[in-house]
């Protein structure tokens, strides 16, 4: 709950001195968004060296104004990602950069939640309630090694059954091309208050 208007002070008033208030709602201030940058299609694989690739040719990004959070192997190259500094937050509209000798395409970076153990979004592996494992490839439940899989996303699949459409399903769980992790990354997106700070 955000209070602009008088109204919502003393709402949060009531709620913060009232016990029956306070045993329903509660009240925090919000944090601001950690933001990340992914620069894509790099060929450094080190961590210190993209950094100094980053500070030497690139101007706007001094040694305090990020920091490399990982990496991402994409084919031959990598996507790093990094966050930025709150003081630097207007880095995210950052479009390019130079690392090496190539200019890197930049977006910002939203993390989806997608479970590793059940292949759903939404949660991680560690708080997942699955009673078993499925393949990510196929949603086979609780596959051995020796099981044969083609690929067929068992989201597009729980989607389509639910919504009537016909999302392609032969794609592993989690697949940037997915129409549901789409789906997920944009509402991912919405969630984490990145658009405040886009400028086109």
């Given amino acids: ?59 706007s990004f001094t040694p305090d104004s990020y920091k490399v959070f990982f990496s991402m ?22 479009k ?14 939203i993390s989806v939640l997608h479970c590793k153990n059940c292949g759903e979004y939404g949660h991680s592996k560690k708080r997942c309630q699955a009673k078993e494992s ?12 020796f099981h044969i899989c083609f690929y067929k996303c068992l989201n597009c699949v729980l989607n389509n059954s639910r919504t009537g459409k016909n999302d392609p399903t032969f794609h592993k769980s989690g ?4 129409a549901e992790f789409i789906r997920q990354r944009h509402l991912a997106f919405k969630k984490s208050g990145v658009e405040s700070y886009l400028t086109g």
């Avoid at 499925?134 to 090694?145: A, M």
């Avoid at 697949?175 to 997915?178: E, L, N």
Wanted: charged content about 25%; proline content about 9%.
């Fill in 134 to 145: 499925r393949c990510l490839s196929c949603g086979t439940p609780s596959p051995d090694q």
């Fill in 175 to 178: 697949h940037y091309q997915c």
């Fill in 1 to 59: 709950m955000s209070v602009p208007t008088l109204e919502d002070q003393q709402l949060v008033t009531k709620i913060f001195f009232e016990p029956s208030m306070k045993e329903k709602y509660r009240i925090y201030t919000p944090k601001e968004p950690t933001l990340k940058l992914m620069i894509k299609f790099s060929n450094i694989n080190c961590p210190n060296e993209l950094s100094d690739e980053l500070s030497s040719k690139n101007p």
């Fill in 73 to 94: 192997k994409a084919k031959n190259d990598f996507h790093w990602i990094i966050e930025l500094e709150k003081s630097h937050n207007p880095l995210v509209n950052t």
């Fill in 96 to 109: 390019f950069v130079y690392v090496g000798l190539k200019k890197c395409a930049c977006e910002p970076f």
